[in-house]
């Protein structure tokens, strides 16, 4: 049960961070969370979102030209 309270504020702060900083959520991202940890489990979050916008090229919305 602590588990996973502690996985869906995992996947609440990861959604929070990504709109932040590249304007998705963690739905935008087309992973499940089962997906996702199988690639990022071992990473913090910031590090599993920089893998992530690497591996995809994003852009993020601070670095838009408007």
Known sequence: MKFHKQKN?????????????YGINFNDTGYSESEWL???EDLTIYEAITAFVLKYDLT???DLIL
């Not at 995992?10 to 900083?21: A, D, G, H, T």
Request: no cysteine; hydrophobic share 45%.
């Open 60 to 62: 993020a919305v601070g």
């Open 38 to 40: 199988a690639y990022f």
């Open 9 to 21: 504020e995992y996947f609440e702060i990861l959604s929070e961070k990504l709109v932040q900083q």
